[in-house]
T-cell receptor, first 110, second 113 residues
Framework: QQQVKQSPQSLIVQKGGISIINCAYE??????FPWYQQFPGKGPALLIA?????SEKKEGRFTISFNKSAKQFSLHIMDSQPGDSATYFC?????????FGAGTRLTVKP | DVKVTQSSRYLVKRTGEKVFLECVQD?????MFWYRQDPGLGLRLIYF???????EKGDIPEGYSVSREKKERFSLILESASTNQTSMYLC????????????FGPGTRLLVL
């Protein structure tokens, strides 16, 4: 069963544009929502994370928006750069369980 | 700088062979994990361990076993490799306080012929 649904599967954005990746979860026990970034040939690395007591968290060009009532959260990459081209995974954890989304392959064209 | 290393980046094995994948972390983390990564399926948990000699099944443990004899080392074993186990295998570790931030190794790409 897929407890965290992520979309789109792939995304192509022009340099300077906004990249948006969406995730939805089912388990209301989840209380921590990280995003991981994975470059080719590397393991995923934590990019940014949010807890449900806030609706938004921003770190540089990366922002997580969180909607607790809808059980949805999203990653926004402002001013997308070719160096942001990677696979992005959302995740949800809580109650000793962590679930990952299927991943989004982002390509930022110069 | 935190570090999780995996014994091989690429591995080619034949059907029926016994395969060992090793993972070492230098962060003194209590929790260690093995995932497999397949296109369109994301990361699926095979096994995890929260202490030495302790192990718990994840979502897809069939065909795999694990060993954790030392805190820093977590091994994944394919008892009899099959072609459907061709995949990218990722090891991760995290501190005892939660499953929150997991630190991943670079992965082992396994091809079973």
């Amino acid at each position: 069963q897929q407890q965290v649904k992520q979309s789109p599967q792939s995304l192509i954005v022009q340099k300077g544009g906004i990249s948006i990746i969406n995730c939805a979860y089912e388990n209301t026990a989840f209380d921590y929502f990280p995003w991981y970034q994975q470059f080719p040939g590397k393991g995923p690395a934590l990019l940014i994370a949010i807890r449900p007591d806030v609706s938004e968290k921003k770190e540089g060009r990366f922002t997580i928006s969180f909607n607790k009532s809808a059980k949805q959260f999203s990653l926004h990459i402002m001013d997308s750069q070719p160096g942001d081209s990677a696979t992005y995974f959302c995740a949800a954890s809580g109650n000793n369980d962590m679930r990952f989304g299927a991943g989004t392959r982002l390509t930022v064209k110069p | 700088d935190v570090k999780v290393t995996q014994s091989s980046r690429y591995l080619v094995k034949r059907t029926g062979e016994k395969v060992f994948l090793e993972c070492v972390q230098d962060m003194d983390h209590e929790n260690m994990f093995w995932y497999r990564q397949d296109p369109g399926l994301g990361l699926r948990l095979i096994y995890f361990s929260y202490d030495v000699k302790m192990k718990e099944k994840g979502d897809i443990p069939e065909g795999y076993s694990v060993s954790r004899e030392k805190k820093e080392r977590f091994s994944l074993i394919l008892e009899s490799a099959s072609t459907n186990q061709t995949s990218m295998y990722l090891c991760a570790s995290s501190h005892q306080t939660g499953l929150e931030t997991q630190y991943f190794g670079p992965g082992t790409r396994l091809l079973v012929l």
